[in-house]
């Protein structure tokens, strides 16, 4: 199993980003995926998630900036981030989740710095 991060970057106050994790060696459209974020001196922590049924989930912070997508055909999980702010700086994950239970799996991460 593996998931693959990329999309990361340096990018300003107010700009946009896009990461996107494609996954292989998983039945991927039984498997919820998400994005999660660590700061440095944080907890892990859940931005999005989007379920088998394409049904989506945010946290608050970023409701209305991020939109997470996915693509079943090619395996893939996107998060459009728009309107960046310091505070979204941290190491982005996804994460995949067997939607009948089990074993989950972690992406390697890709860091977001947003910074002027």
């Known amino acids: 199993v593996q998931l693959q991060a990329s999309g990361g970057g340096l990018v300003q106050p107010g700009g946009s980003l896009s990461l996107s994790c494609a996954a292989s060696g998983i039945s991927f459209n039984t498997y919820t995926m998400g994005w999660y974020r660590q700061a440095p001196g944080k907890q892990r922590e859940l931005v999005a998630t989007?379920?088998?049924?394409?049904?989506?989930n945010y946290t608050d912070s970023v409701k209305g900036r991020f939109t997470i997508s996915r693509d079943n055909g090619k395996k893939t999980v996107s998060l459009q981030m728009n309107s960046l702010k310091p505070e979204d700086t941290a190491v982005y994950y996804c994460k995949a989740t067997p939607v009948l239970g089990g074993r989950y799996y972690w992406g390697q991460g890709t860091q977001v710095t947003v910074s002027s």
């Open positions: 989007i379920n088998f049924l394409f049904s989506t």
